[in-house]
């Protein structure tokens, strides 16, 4: 249950309020169809989600579970620096405050938890590892958690900006969903040389996004 509540859209941290560049991709016409949504979010999860926020999480859970603070602070620093826009940092930073303010009221975290968190300049993959750590679930299962709250509002994005009707986000959605065990499993199987955040179409996108004139997204 507790994992159906992290994954959910109404979770407020704000996620439905991003396109992660889709909205700078339909505005360059590199996607225009049910067909192109689909095919970018593909890529987007085994590219760019599966390599590092996943990645992180695959580490950044466990890392909570046995106390190891230093490396959360590595963890985080390395979302940090790696971001390649200013509009994917905020974001990132802006969706872990948010759920540091979530936790803060509920039990989900022990306070001591919650004080290493809000000292660092938190990050949604890792504050949403504090969370996830505490639901005695399986590392996969956390992993799957993420990446399918992570399809959902990407979905919605593409409804929006594209447009797109329901159904055929619920189609979109249904090709994600059928590929996210095959992205976690590479996430969990990545060694720690071999995580990365290099998407530079989506740094590109992001870049241009920042100065779009008609926004819907704020990334």
Sequence with gaps: ??????????????????????????????????????DWLLDQLHLSLARSDLAVLAKAVPAWQRGDHDRIQELNAWVLQTRESSELRAQAEQMGRSLLEWLRNHTT???????????????????????ASACQATLHDCLLTYAFGWAENMVQAAIKSVPLGQSAGQRILSALTAEIPAAVAHALAMRESERQAFSPMLAILSAQHEVQYSRLFRS
């Design 109 to 131: 975290a022990r306070p001591e938890q919650i004080q290493v968190l809000a000292v660092l300049q938190p990050t949604y993959p890792v504050a949403f590892a504090l969370a």
């Design 1 to 38: 249950m507790q994992l159906m509540w992290l994954a959910s859209p109404a979770l407020p941290i704000g996620g439905f309020s991003y396109s992660e560049c889709l909205e700078s991709s339909v505005d360059k016409g590199h996607v225009a169809t049910e067909s192109e949504a689909s």
